[in-house]
């Protein structure tokens, strides 16, 4: 039996009619009556296929625009709040012990610090041995200065102007050096020993953080926008990361879209957790942003002092030397998640307290429903910045394993490294958190001095710090003028609302 003679169908055109034709060489009819059912097919799926391919072209345009837009338009209103945000960090880190609190600042644990020359106090010693030595000599020479050994006189180089006495109360003052002869700073509030590239305390709100960093020597204006790309990387990762992640949980588990406000929702539960589970895994990825923009913003400007040169430089040298799990885990480890879970936690449930608790709408009650959002919101700010200021610190602590360059810093911190978060709120109670009654002394030097030796000056602290919680709430004027001013104009916006109505 023969076998049968098979024709193909071309790849894009009609069947092969014609038996006698190859099928290799398959022929092709203009005859719109010959056309088969499947020839039609393949045509209108060819042509579905270009239509949808130039759509995508041009939706994908469109996206990379709007991204394009939107990045720079996130970019400049970041660097809007960076100078404040910059202030604030600056507050939070600083360290200012009291009068009774460790003002030596683990010398013992800091060698480098000991190590460290007061150029003003050697100069006064100099300068008061010099003034010693030339006034013995007028003494014995009647206004001319002389040599014992060679019986020569020469006049006196300088002029009768006030001198230093040497019988002064700070020629008389002990200070500690170390073996190799630099002086030991047992004070943080000594501008004698503070050094060229550090600021003094910054005793006020953000605003005063702000313009002393613009005018010290070695900051300027630009030191305002420390760490605004890690920043701003951050942001934009976290914008396509985060909604990815919530909507492919929200599919898996069969939940409503996220896109819908949780107040709609008869049972929020399961939302709010694939919401909180989705902060918490993206923030916890996009830490290492975290923490080298904080150091970035901390450490000083000056190029011989400086430790990292940049975001990719802060991340290469702190795994080179103190090891890639120091991204993310150490003591950054449980501030991390904390924040990344009661940060979308409480901002998502503040609404739902208000209208399920409360009992209050936005529509029938606007004043009371922006009334209810303040209280609700100073609460949350009260619970959270204790936890920022202590994740601050802590981002800052490095324990390297292998030794490098120094991490200087622009504003004083606290050189003893906290064994923790319940350790670094305690020392900050106890060690900056003035009671009641109490005050801060800053300790300021002058060339030319009076008997007593010391000016003090007595700095006021705010009506928080009876509660000695004053170093865990750095910067809350700034939050709490916000939140003000965010409800004065609800306010004002519902009230005229109100009037044309009427």
């Known amino acids: 039996m023969a076998a049968p003679n098979y024709n193909f169908p ?33 045509q209108h799926n060819l042509s579905l296929e ?15 625009k709007e991204l394009l837009s939107y990045g720079m338009i996130k970019f400049l209103t970041q660097a809007l709040a960076a100078p404040f945000e910059a202030g604030q960090i600056l507050l939070q880190v600083q360290y200012m012990p009291n009068d009774d609190g460790d003002e030596t600042n683990g010398r013992d644990d800091d060698f480098a610090e000991q190590e460290r020359r007061d150029e003003e106090f050697m100069r006064a010693q100099e300068e008061a041995e010099d003034e010693e ?9 009647g206004g001319y200065y002389t040599n014992s050994h060679r019986g020569a006189s020469f006049p006196s180089p300088r002029p009768a102007t006030k001198r230093l006495d040497p019988s002064s109360a700070i020629f ?3 200070k500690e050096f170390d073996q190799s002869g630099y002086l030991i700073r047992t004070n943080v509030y000594d501008d004698d020993s503070r050094p060229a590239f550090q600021m003094p305390p910054i005793e006020g709100g953000v605003w005063k953080a702000i313009t002393d960093l613009a005018k010290h020597p070695t900051e300027g204006y630009l030191s305002l926008w420390k760490g605004q790309y890690s920043n701003w990387a951050y942001e934009m990762l976290h914008l396509f990361a985060q909604p990815t992640l919530e909507a492919t949980l929200n599919d898996t588990f069969d939940l409503y879209d996220d896109t819908i406000p949780l107040v709609h929702l008869d049972h929020v539960g399961p939302n709010i957790a694939t919401m909180v589970t989705s902060h918490l895994v993206v923030g916890f990825i996009l830490s290492p942003l975290e923490l080298v923009r904080t150091r970035l913003i901390v450490q000083t400007s000056d190029p011989k002092q400086r430790k990292y040169t940049g975001m990719l430089n802060c991340i290469s040298t702190i795994i080179a030397e103190e090891g890639f799990s120091a991204l993310w885990g150490g003591v950054n480890l449980w501030p991390t998640v904390l924040t990344h879970t009661l940060t979308p936690l409480f901002t998502n449930l503040i609404p739902l307290i208000i209208d399920r608790v409360f009992n209050i709408s936005a529509v029938d009650s606007p004043f009371l429903h922006a009334l209810a959002e303040l209280g609700l919101d100073t609460l949350d700010l009260l619970i959270r910045m204790p936890l920022e200021t202590i994740r601050r610190r802590l981002q800052i602590q490095i324990q390297a394993k292998i030794p490098g360059k120094r991490y200087e810093t622009v504003v004083e911190t606290r050189k003893r ?5 319940v350790d670094c709120a305690y020392k900050i109670i106890q060690e900056e958190g003035a009671g009641a009654g109490q005050k801060r002394r800053i300790s300021r030097r002058r060339r030319h001095e009076d008997e007593d030796g010391e000016d ?18 750095t910067g809350l004027g700034m939050h709490l003028t916000s939140n003000f001013a965010m409800f004065a104009v609800g306010a004002v916006s519902s009230l005229q609302d109100d009037s044309d109505d009427w």
């Open 10 to 42: 071309p790849p894009g055109g009609a069947p092969n009619v014609n038996s006698n034709a190859s099928p290799l060489r398959p022929s092709y009819y203009s005859n719109s009556s010959l056309e088969s059912p499947l020839e039609a097919y393949y």
């Open 50 to 64: 270009y239509e949808l391919a130039a759509q995508n072209d041009i939706n994908s345009q469109q996206a990379a």
């Open 133 to 141: 030595y030339f006034s013995e000599g007028a003494g014995a020479g």
């Open 172 to 174: 008389h003052e002990r």
């Open 417 to 421: 490294p906290y064994a923790g978060m």
């Open 456 to 473: 003090q000056k007595y700095v006021h602290r705010p009506w928080y710090a009876a509660w000695r919680v004053r170093g865990l709430y």
